[in-house]
């Protein structure tokens, strides 16, 4: 069993990021979901990210680091698309860390740190064809070839948030596999 912190994307904490928590709370797993736009959901990545500007980045980022609070150690961080910039800034300087899981998007490790953990195994998954996490390759590229603890996973396809099952972007198909892995993942920290 593993302790997941789960970070939503910037549409914020969707009925799919919730299914997909289930899916691995139905394996025995704990996880976390925080809801850093405190309830409020947005129909378009435009829309979400229009919120998160307005609220401001940085008091977002806030937010995630404190749902951290009190979880001790252990935990696996995980994110998907802008919930990656939290969940990897806590991979890579929370000691103890168990693991990481960075959904559709990936952060040059150089912005937390001088290199990834050691110790601290790391799953990345996007779409190749898919533009914001086009902009990430050569970052999570980097990343899995700097570790022996790293895995790179690209998809074929072209949407961004393939895994969400709530959104039209939903790929069945990708995310079974995604789901397959990071479960294998899980299972092995």
Known sequence: MA???????????????????????????IVHTPDLFDGRTFDSIEEGFAFAQETGFDVIRERGAAAADGLGPGI?????????????????TTPGARGALLLFSCVPVSEFGEGWPAGVPVQIHGNQGDEFFDEDLPA??????????????????????FADSSLDAFDPEASALLLERVRAFLASV
């Open 140 to 161: 999570a590229r980097e990343l899995a070839e700097a570790t022996d603890a790293a895995e790179l996973f690209v998809y074929p396809g072209d949407q961004h948030l």
């Open 76 to 92: 696996v961080y995980a994110g998907m698309s802008f919930g990656v910039m939290v969940a990897q800034r806590l991979a890579q």
């Open 3 to 29: 302790e997941v912190l789960l970070y939503h994307h910037i549409q914020g904490l969707t009925d799919g990021v919730r299914a997909l928590a289930d899916e691995l709370r139905a394996d025995g797993h």
